[in-house]
């Protein structure tokens, strides 16, 4: 709950101050980069890191590979 507020916050901020498609996904990662790192598992937190990383090309990708 509080990531999805947390996320819907950054995105109104930065829709407003007219940033590209990139730099709003860098925003939601560095969102969920912090939620990650608060998880007390190990190997979740690993997990939760790893899919955070995801860069924003790579992310366009699956998007397209999945409408198609």
Do not use: W
């Amino acid at each position: 709950m509080k990531l999805q507020m947390l996320f819907t916050v950054l995105l109104a901020s930065t829709l407003t101050t007219a940033c590209s498609s990139e730099q709003l996904y860098a925003a939601g990662r560095n969102a969920q980069r912090s939620e990650c790192i608060k998880r007390p598992d190990a190997q979740e937190r690993d997990r939760c890191l790893k899919d955070a990383d995801l860069s924003h090309d790579a992310y366009k990708r699956e998007v397209e590979g999945v409408s198609k």
